[in-house]
């Protein structure tokens, strides 16, 4: 059996490539932070009893910023795949905690890089790159689009994404870095503008509130759908010759757009509901960002299916369907709250 670790396993994308890969008979093993509630909440179906001798789903206590604690723990577990998704990952964030952000997106990266040079061990590496280092540079781009990054989010990124390449040619390291487009689903974050959205969508509807308050209605993103890509993911680091590429699904839609078609999908005019603050605006934004995957295609056949209308439909169906349903006092936060 193989063994991976994941970084970020209690976010988004961790959450479901560790699905993917214990579904491929994996051992895997996550990196989870300490905190004083419970932040586990996207993998507690995977969790099974630590008495079961049968398990394949270990939790490790740790931290980006830990560069002892990451040597102990590639020691300890010797994985064969490592996959660094931990982040500080809000890009309006980051403008508030440049310094933060640049230790656990930026550094983080290069302490785990150094603990496998370190260690010696032999394994695959995956770094998680962002479409937002491409900051201003004009759509579509693909691996031969210059970077220029417009956040400390993307500058971190960047960093991260140079010492992988750097770790690669000069140690010879199997390390690919997978530059990903947005790709949402119904464990998106609540902060992201198309989670804030459908939360807001189902919570107008079950007549909970009345409106929500967006920034930038203009910008334009390549939204896909985070299983396809955590897929897209796992193959790039199959590949035998490691090299970065590109995950996108190439369609570009507006915050606008998203947000008429997750209203209309519950029989809402947006118009009557979303209005703007610009609290929810960046220092600088990245106006339009369209990925060209096909290098990734001809590589190993990844062809996403899901662009942003479906994508508002199933996140609108799951977040009314979580309000009716369970009742959990997470989703009774109102949006109106302000966070970004
Ligand atoms: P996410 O939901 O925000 O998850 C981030 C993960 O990083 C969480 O598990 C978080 O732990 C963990 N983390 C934060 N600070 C850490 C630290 N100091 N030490 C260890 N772990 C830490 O992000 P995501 O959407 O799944 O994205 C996964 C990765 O892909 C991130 O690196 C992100 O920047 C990158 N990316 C995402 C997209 C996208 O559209 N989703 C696109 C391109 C690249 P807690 O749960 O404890 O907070
Ligand atoms: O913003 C605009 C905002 O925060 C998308 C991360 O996963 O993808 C993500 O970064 C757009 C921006 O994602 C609100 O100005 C308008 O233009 O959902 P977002 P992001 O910044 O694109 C990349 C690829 C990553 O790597 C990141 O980790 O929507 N927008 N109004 C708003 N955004 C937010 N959050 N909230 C608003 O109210």
């Known amino acids: 059996m193989k063994r991976a670790l ?3 396993i209690t976010g988004q994308d961790g959450s479901y490539l560790a699905e993917l890969l214990l579904s491929k008979d994996y051992v895997v093993h996550g990196l989870i932070r300490r905190s004083s509630t419970f932040n586990t909440s996207r993998i507690e179906h995977l969790y099974t009893d630590p008495h079961d001798p049968d398990r394949r789903l270990f939790l490790h206590y740790g ?3 830990d560069s002892a604690r990451l040597v102990s723990l590639l020691m300890e577990i010797v994985p064969d795949e490592i996959y660094n998704l931990g982040a500080q990952s809000h890009v309006r964030v980051s403008f508030d905690e440049p310094e933060h952000t640049g230790a656990v997106t930026g550094l983080g990266s290069v302490r ?4 496998v040079r370190q260690s010696k061990i032999e394994c695959r590496y995956y770094q998680a790159s962002s479409s937002e280092m491409f900051g201003s540079t004009p759509p579509p781009q693909d691996e031969s689009a210059p970077f220029h990054p417009r956040s400390p989010y993307a500058a ?5 994404h140079s010492m992988t390449q750097m770790y690669r040619e000069a140690y010879g390291l199997h390390a690919v870095s997978g530059i990903l487009f947005n790709h949402e689903s119904p464990r998106r974050g609540e902060t ?4 804030k959205i459908t939360r807001a969508v189902a919570r107008i509807k079950m007549g909970l509130e009345k409106r929500v308050y ?8 390549d939204w896909g759908y985070a299983p396809e890509f955590v897929e897209g993911i796992w193959r790039m680091l199959q590949m035998d010759d490691p090299r970065d590429l590109v995950l996108a699904t190439g369609v570009g839609t507006t ?3 998203f ?4 209203f209309a999908h519950a029989g809402l005019d947006w118009q009557e509901h979303v209005e703007f603050d610009d609290r929810y605006l960046r220092a600088a934004e990245v106006n339009a960002l369209i990925g060209n995957a096909s290098a990734a295609r001809s590589a190993f056949g990844w062809d996403p299916t899901i662009t942003a209308n479906r994508l508002a439909g199933i996140m609108v169906e799951a977040d009314l369907e979580a309000l009716q349903s369970t009742g959990k006092p997470w989703i009774d936060r109102p949006i109106t709250a302000g966070w970004s």
């Not at 971190?156 to 991260?160: D, H, M, Q, S």
């Open 112 to 115: 785990l890089l150094e603990a």
């Open 259 to 262: 947000a008429h078609a997750a």
């Open 6 to 8: 994941i970084t970020g």
């Open 255 to 257: 915050v606008k757009e």
């Open 192 to 195: 992201f503008v198309t989670r």
């Open 63 to 65: 931290d980006l910023t």
């Open 214 to 221: 967006l920034g930038n209605l203009d910008a334009v993103r």
């Open 156 to 160: 971190a990124k960047l960093y991260a």
